[in-house]
């Protein structure tokens, strides 16, 4: 027997879990398919905390990340819970640092964000516990904090069963059976048809994508974040200390106290090669060395024992821009690939994959997340990793 649906979403973490919570809120019938339990720590989207900010090196990325917040706020007044913390944020580095300071600058005046440029007193006079030379210089945006994200993927889960979704968790797929009017998935021993596919499978997204003989040059990555019981937890306290990014290669990020009684902290994309499947979950020694020697230089406060050490996985595209279009040959399957540092967005690339497979446009412009990008066809892409 074969059960049918408007829409089948392949994968539940941030962005899967978004994309059933919008197509069920349409009206469409939704079955979510998981293949580990929901809210597992397998893939990239299980944590207390992602950063959110409106501070990006491109002015679409900053019109996509207004959005970003209308939608989270959308959930939040349906769900009543809070999903969203407004810390502000920071973005420091050397002036002459691999990242320029001053590409976010440019994108956020051509979309009309306030913010401000702060030099290295400005920054030591409001947030004490960076330790800076006078070359640093900074830019801080208020609207800028975190998205508390697991509790943000179960609240999309939550509200997609309030709308009549089905979620299956523990169901792998087997075969996936392409075709213009319907697809059928074989998962769980089951047999599973619908007009519309959504791939949301992060670092399996490969994987589901052979089954209709698309190749994307795809880079997975097992990535960690360190909770450290800092010295002086206080000074880190979610209302006095601001997410911060910085802006040099390596590039390391941070967030004041949530979730844990300790400072979250780690490199940025520091992480080796791995196969999803066979990744193991010990920690990586060198990230936390890398890790350890920043703060000691620049956060010297933040040093302590570390509390909590977690692995996850990046999927990144060459460019580590996004992925989200529709199959040139198969239009009724949409695609998302979040290159690491989507789950800000998870709300959102869930909304437009549901306009996708309900309406088959949307009126975000998508063309810098297309599959057409001729970097995703070299056979030796650049690779560019810091966003």
Same mark, same amino acid.
Not at 57 to 60: F, Q
């Given at each position: 027997?074969?059960?049918?649906?408007?829409?089948i979403?392949l994968?539940?973490?941030?962005i899967?879990?978004?994309?059933?919570?919008?197509?069920?809120?349409?009206?469409?019938r939704?079955l979510?398919?998981?293949?580990?339990?929901?809210?597992?720590?397998?893939?990239?989207?299980?944590d207390?905390?992602r950063?959110?900010?409106?501070?990006y090196?491109?002015?679409?990325y900053?019109?996509f990340?207004?959005?970003?917040y209308?939608a989270?706020?959308?959930? =939040? @007044?349906?769900s009543?819970?809070? *999903? $969203?913390?407004r810390t !502000?944020g920071l973005?420091l &580095?050397?002036?002459?640092g691999?990242?320029?300071?001053?590409l976010?600058?440019?994108?956020?005046?051509?979309e009309?964000?306030?913010?401000?440029?702060?030099d290295?007193?400005e920054?030591?006079r409001?947030?004490?516990p960076?330790?800076?030379s006078?070359?640093?210089?900074g830019?801080?945006?208020?609207?800028s904090?975190?998205?508390a994200?697991?509790r943000?993927t179960?609240?999309?889960?939550?509200?997609?069963?309030?709308?009549g979704?089905?979620?299956l968790?523990n169901?792998r797929?087997t075969q996936?059976?392409?075709?213009?009017?319907?697809?059928?998935v074989?998962?769980?021993? =089951? @047999?599973?048809?619908a007009?519309? *596919? $959504?791939?949301a499978? !992060?670092?399996?997204?490969a &994987?589901?994508l052979?089954?209709?003989?698309?190749?994307?040059p795809?880079?997975v990555?097992?990535?960690?974040?360190h909770?450290?019981?800092a010295r002086?937890?206080?000074?880190?306290?979610?209302e006095?200390?601001p997410v911060?990014?910085?802006?040099?290669d390596?590039?390391?990020y941070?967030?004041?106290?949530?979730g844990?009684?300790?400072v979250?902290?780690?490199?940025?994309?520091?992480?080796?090669?791995v196969?999803?499947d066979?990744?193991?979950f010990?920690p990586?020694d060198d990230?936390?060395?890398?890790?350890?020697h920043?703060?000691?230089?620049?956060?010297?406060?933040?040093?302590?024992?570390?509390?909590?050490?977690?692995?996850?996985?990046?999927?990144l595209?060459?460019?580590?821009?996004?992925?989200?279009?529709?199959?040139r040959?198969?239009?009724?399957?949409s695609v998302?690939?979040g290159a690491g540092h989507?789950?800000?967005?998870?709300?959102?690339?869930?909304?437009?994959?549901a306009?996708?497979?309900?309406?088959?446009?949307?009126s975000?412009d998508?063309?810098?997340?297309?599959f057409?990008?001729p970097?995703?066809h070299?056979?030796?892409?650049?690779k560019?990793?810091l966003?």
């Open positions: 027997m074969t059960r049918s649906y408007d829409a979403v994968g539940l973490g941030g899967g879990s978004g994309a059933a919570y919008w197509l069920a809120r349409a009206g469409q939704v979510g398919l998981e293949q580990f339990a929901l809210g597992h720590a397998r893939g990239e989207s299980d207390h905390s950063i959110i900010r409106l501070s090196h491109a002015p679409h900053v019109r990340a207004k959005m970003a209308e989270w706020d959308t959930v =939040e @007044r349906e009543g819970e809070q *999903l $969203v913390y !502000g973005d &580095g050397p002036a002459d691999a990242i320029p300071v001053s976010y600058a440019q994108s956020m005046e051509c009309e964000v306030p913010f401000e440029r702060l290295a007193a920054i030591r409001r947030w004490p960076f330790v800076i006078d070359d640093v210089h830019l801080y945006q208020s609207q904090g975190l998205v994200a697991a943000a179960a609240t999309h889960q939550r509200l997609a069963e309030h709308h979704a089905t979620l968790s169901t797929v996936i059976h392409p075709g213009s009017d319907e697809i059928v074989e998962a769980g021993g =089951e @047999r599973y048809a007009s519309h *596919l $959504v791939v499978a !992060g670092p399996w997204s &994987g589901i052979s089954w209709f003989d698309v190749r994307v795809l880079e990555t097992k990535e960690q974040v909770y450290f019981v002086e937890l206080d000074a880190f306290a979610l006095r200390f911060w990014i910085w802006m040099d390596p590039s390391f941070g967030f004041p106290v949530f844990e009684a300790a979250k902290v780690t490199q940025d994309a520091g992480g080796q090669p196969d999803p066979g990744r193991g010990e990586d990230i936390l060395a890398r890790t350890r920043f703060l000691a230089t620049h956060l010297p406060s933040a040093v302590g024992p570390a509390r909590l050490i977690k692995t996850c996985l990046y999927t595209t060459p460019d580590r821009d996004f992925i989200i279009d529709t199959l040959e198969h239009p009724n399957v998302a690939v989507a789950f800000k967005f998870a709300s959102l690339i869930g909304r437009v994959l306009e996708l497979s309900v309406e088959g446009k949307t975000l998508l063309a810098p997340f297309s057409d990008r970097i995703l070299m056979s030796q892409p650049p560019n990793y966003v």
